[in-house]
């Protein structure tokens, strides 16, 4: 059985979309959750599993650079699941939420591909702007 080996990275977020000028920076919390055919298995959280960190409201990405490496035995498809929450800690605000999937097709030696996901943020009342994601994959 041929294995390959693959670095992942959780390369960087920006914001898309802002809230206005009075709303401020946003707080977000990212999770990268592989999609296999019986669960959902977490490769990257950031920037902790109870944290949040600022992300300008103005488009400047902010690079994260969480890397992490994965052997799977066969090429193929693989999908992983971004999921971004959006605290908000102020008195009128409430937090937002939205995910999408990302897929990259991997085989043995293959290049650094970039993939983005643009993701729309919102609460149970209204959408509430919008980040776009990017991970990076590359054979190792």
């Known amino acids: 059985m041929t294995t390959a080996s693959y670095l992942m990275e959780l390369d960087q977020v920006c914001v898309t979309e802002g809230r206005g000028i009075g709303e401020g920076d946003f707080e977000l919390q990212i999770q990268v959750l592989e999609i296999t055919s019986d669960s959902h298995v977490i490769r990257a959280i950031w920037p902790t599993i109870d944290g949040t960190e600022k992300v300008n409201n103005n488009g400047d990405a902010k690079k994260i650079g969480d890397q992490w490496k994965q052997t799977y035995y066969t090429s193929g498809e693989r999908r992983f699941l971004v999921t971004v929450r959006e605290e908000d800690k102020g008195t009128l605000g409430k937090g937002e ?35 776009k994601v990017t991970l990076t994959a590359q054979g190792c």
Do not use: C, W
Not at 102 to 131: C, Q, W
């Open 97 to 131: 939420f939205g995910q999408k999937e990302v897929v990259f097709d991997f085989y043995p030696n293959m290049g650094k591909y970039l993939k983005s996901a643009t993701i729309g943020l919102s609460n149970s009342t209204r959408h509430h702007g919008e980040v």
